[in-house]
């Protein structure tokens, strides 16, 4: 009997006790957030060791000859700690005292273009070169053998790496000082010019500081770029021309219209019946019909239809990228030649000066525009400073712009303070600004991405913004938030945590959400500005939800059906959510209230909205009793949840 008391008094304390740990964890992280620099502890890493003989590096340490902030063997120890944190997470002490089990950074070989690594002893000495770095050197070791290989990665006795850089110019060849003083933003355009015409990379010294001033100028990057650990300036205080981007990473061949050979398609269509000279994205347009015409405080007239479609030489449409209307007519189609090979740009930690303009929505695009298609940007970083009273927003710092097959990844971005205009409906409004954006861009995927600020906190405007996008995804990002602005069709997003504006969708197709935690009013916002429109499923697979606010939803959706967005609104088809915790202890609804009018089946709305065919939830827990219902909207919700 006393067994049967004192078990049911431990299920009462464990009862008690389970919210106040979940409310502990919670502060943890909070703390943890509000330091920058947050990793998603969700990202999924090649390696669960790196030893030496046999020996943990947990053991071992970095020595270098000088660990001043910015020398050549300091930004050296720093990279080889970022190359074993990429690969297994670990990172190792850097100190200029000799020590028994070591990473050595020796003396470089001024006058050779090579690398090497070599393991003596048990010890492992690196040594490179003051002419092309030894953070290259110890960053390509990274990628041609660290990160490629699985479990175990042993340093054994005799094992020596050696790489040799040809083909380059650096951008001192062509008068760039350095110096964080000097405008070398014409001397950065020659530089990219001369390796463009002559299929050389570019390096940037891994010590140097660059400035790039307000001059209207573009510096086109045609060839493999290599910023390593060099840092560069970007002062937009005094701007020539705030539309012209500092690097545009070009395809090598240009667009062209062919609008007068492709014919009426229909959403079913799968060939634009005209051939091209080889695979290319294709962007349609009709201008006689308008689509997203938004609601709120940024009312519009909406924008003309738009569609992006992967197209082969023979003019068959991918079924990657279908067609999502119907086009009974076009006036406009555009084809971006795809470049084959893969053209990558690394590393690069820059600083842009803030604008201080005044807060109105006149927008800078001061930073690197992606018009490549199989182009890899890894290991950039990106700060903002001097951001004051006032502020014109950003278009992006990294931007994709009709391409397909970009990868971003190991990056490091930061939100933009939000700053208010009065809005298109005569109210004041938040301006979007950002330092993420892609535009019909098809297969972009950011991988273990993250940001330098607080990504809960909403003095910052959410980090990204996309339209007219397919096939986008996150994977291992910690970052304010996933948007869709004008639509995508297919979002992924694994291992990730966002943050305080979540996951905003407009669009169409799967989308799918797993291992990710999302702190925000809401797990899933579909924007009522555009409908809360999500044609097709969403899937969520073990993931947490902390809501910031007073409800629990995890699909906020709101849209007052006497709107014409230009589409029917859909919400989404199929729900599939197995494996969700919500931090909460109130109602828990897989929706919200969508139409607070629409409440009895006879509400006569005039423009419906689409309800889901299917809601099924498995695995669901909250801090107490773990129980969850469709939604308070129950004549526009016939759907019941099944598991």
Not at 275 to 292: C, I
Not at 335 to 353: S, W
Not at 542 to 568: L, M, Q, R, W
């Amino acid at each position: 009997m006393f067994s049967r008391i004192f078990a049911v008094f431990m299920c009462i304390v464990s009862m008690l006790t389970a919210p106040l740990s979940q409310l502990f964890a919670e502060m943890e992280l909070k703390i943890e957030l509000s330091n920058g620099n947050y990793e998603s502890p969700y990202i999924v890493r090649p390696l669960e060791e790196i030893t030496v003989n046999g020996v943990s590096i947990d053991e071992y340490c970095v020595v270098t000859s000088d660990s001043t902030e910015g020398s050549l063997y300091f930004n050296a120890a720093k990279t080889l700690n970022n190359e074993f944190h990429k690969a297994c997470g670990k990172e190792l002490a850097i100190t200029e005292e000799a020590a028994e089990k070591c990473f050595i950074i020796s003396a470089t070989l001024t006058d050779t273009d090579s690398f090497n690594l070599k393991v003596e002893n048990g010890n492992i000495y690196i040594t490179g070169s003051t002419k092309t770095g030894i953070s290259r050197g110890i960053a390509a070791f990274a990628d041609e053998v660290l990160l490629i290989s699985e479990g175990t990665f042993n340093f054994e006795d005799g094992y020596e790496y050696n790489k040799t850089f040809t083909d380059f110019v650096t951008y001192e060849q062509f008068g760039a000082v350095g110096d964080g003083k000097t405008d070398d933003f014409e001397a950065i355009v020659k530089t990219h010019e001369y390796a463009n015409e002559n299929d050389f990379a570019v390096f940037a010294n891994e010590t140097a500081t660059y400035y790039i001033g307000g001059a209207n100028k573009t510096a086109y990057i045609k060839t493999d770029t290599d910023w390593s650990t060099a840092r560069f300036i970007i002062d937009d205080t005094n701007v020539e021309k705030i539309g012209a981007w500092v690097f545009n990473i070009a395809p090598s061949e240009s667009s062209y219209s062919i609008t007068d050979k492709v014919t009426p398609l229909k959403i079913d269509a799968t060939n634009i019946g005209t051939t091209l000279p080889g695979k290319s994205l294709v962007v349609l347009t009709d201008s006689n019909v308008k689509r997203y015409i938004r609601k709120g405080a940024n009312q519009n007239s909406g924008s003309s239809q738009a569609d992006v479609i992967l197209v082969d030489e023979n003019g068959n449409i991918s079924p990657d990228t279908p067609l999502i209307w119907d086009f009974n007519a076009i006036t406009g189609a555009t084809a971006y030649p795809i470049d084959t090979e893969v053209l990558t740009v690394k590393g690069g930690r820059f600083t842009t000066i803030a604008n201080g303009a005044p807060s109105e929505y006149n927008y800078y695009t001061r930073g690197i525009q992606v018009r490549r298609s199989n182009t890899v940007i890894d290991g950039i970083y990106h700060d903002v400073i001097n951001e004051g009273e006032t502020g014109a927003p950003y278009s992006a710092f990294v931007s994709l712009s009709c391409c397909a097959d970009v990868t971003v990844k190991n990056g490091t971005f930061t939100g933009h303070k939000k700053y208010s205009t009065i809005g298109s409906a005569g109210t004041s409004v938040s301006m979007g600004t950002y330092d993420i954006g892609a535009a019909t861009a098809v297969n972009a995927s950011f991988i273990n991405c993250k940001q330098t600020n607080d990504i809960t906190d909403g003095d910052y405007w959410g980090i990204a913004g996309t339209n007219y996008c397919k096939n986008l995804m996150y994977d291992g990002c910690a970052f304010s938030r996933f948007d869709a602005h004008q639509g995508v069709l297919n979002a992924t997003i694994k291992n990730s945590v966002l943050g305080h504006h979540g996951i905003k969708l407009i669009g169409m197709g799967t989308a799918l959400i797993e291992n990710t935690t999302v702190l925000s009013d809401s797990f899933v916002d579909l924007r009522a500005d555009y409908g809360s429109t999500w044609n097709g499923e969403l899937i969520i697979r073990n993931c947490k939800f902390y809501p910031t606010g007073v409800k629990n939803n995890i699909v906020n959706a709101e849209n007052s059906e006497d709107h014409d967005f230009g589409y029917t609104c859909y919400l989404p088809q199929r729900v599939e959510i197995d494996g969700f915790f919500v931090r909460s202890v109130g109602m828990n609804f897989v929706f919200s209230m969508v139409n607070s009018k629409h409440l009895t089946s006879f509400y006569d709305a005039e423009y419906p909205v689409v309800p889901p065919q299917e809601i099924t939830v498995n695995n669901f827990s909250d801090l107490l009793f773990g129980q969850i219902s469709v939604s308070m909207n129950k004549a526009i919700f016939k759907t019941q949840i099944s598991s």
